[in-house]
């Protein structure tokens, strides 16, 4: 009976300490968004919790309130990293959040930037946002078919490297006097008349249009962030009865405010990046990393299309048929 009882605590005990082992060997990723509203971070999770789940990795997800809230993802970084995350991927708020990042690294956990490069992260899985500016600049360079610029803003906000990039980078592809893409100030050229920080929202895209006609009622061209950004200045110039006077550019590659406003002629154009692809890199990394200790590195293009619904000359781009199939958001 004793022998029997040993016997049977041995195989507990054993069968115990092989589910700690199999506990501690899972692959625990964060994912951390700037917001869990916009559609693209709403893709950008899905397509995390769809590769974690193909890997057998378990994914935790959290996100700020708004843009620009580091508060929140800052406090996300340190739980996930308390819940046995070994790898965080995350799209940076602002640079508040570098000495969580660099105080984690030290704890052996790897941090990858998604869509939004942040000083310290070991490696960076993104679209080439000055590329994108750069699109849609020489997109509304041919669409003025010679005619001077008079170009509104809608910017994201100061100091922010993704809204630098994509400003400045529309500036250059225009062929206008812009900063490079290291910069993470907005350039203004004499042909920019009036710049607003729509923080990437409709309703703040709409206030900002409003405001620019004030200062100005001969605009011709608008950049817009991101494309509810440019969705809301389209109302604004509706309202004032100019929306067919103004060529209206926009980034990112949503179905309804991106390529079906395309489609509509709501949006001249805009650069489509591909939020699905920067998760799944972002977990395959993460699983990676659990497996041989090597932390990623350097950058990595995740890609940018053109759509347009009526094609220039010298300016490559998809139609918004082809670009329907690889939209993202409802």
Partial sequence: MKKSTTLALTAIA??????SSAFAAETVI???TKTDSNPFFVKMKEGAEAA??????????????????????????ENMVGAGAKTILITSSGDAIIPTIKKI?????????????VDGADALFATNNYKAGELIGAYAKAALKGKAPIIATMDLFPGH??????HNGFLAGYGLKSLDAKSNELAQPAEVVCMADSFGDA??????????????????????INEPAAAGAYKALKAAGKEKDVVILG??????????????????????QYPL????????????YAKDGKRQSGYTDTGVDLVAAKPVAGVKSIDTKQALTQCWGD
Avoid at 105 to 117: C, E, F, T
Avoid at 251 to 272: H, L, P, Q
């Fill in 14 to 19: 054993f069968a115990a300490s092989a589910a």
């Fill in 161 to 166: 490297p993704v809204g630098a990039q994509r």
């Fill in 105 to 117: 690294q030290a704890q052996g956990v790897q941090v990858i930037a998604l869509d939004s490069p």
């Fill in 52 to 77: 974690a789940k193909k890997a057998g990795a378990k994914l935790l997800s959290a996100a700020g309130k708004q843009d620009g809230d580091t508060a929140s993802q800052i406090s996300a970084m």
């Fill in 30 to 32: 964060g994912l951390i």
């Fill in 277 to 288: 692809k920067m998760a799944a890199m972002g977990v395959a990394a993460g699983v990676q």
């Fill in 251 to 272: 980034v990112d590659g949503m179905c309804s405010n991106g390529v079906r406003n395309v489609e509509k002629g709501v949006i001249a154009a805009t650069s489509m």
């Fill in 203 to 224: 309703a703040k895209g709409q206030t900002g249009m409003e405001n620019c006609l004030q200062k100005n009622p001969n605009i011709n061209v608008v950049y817009a």
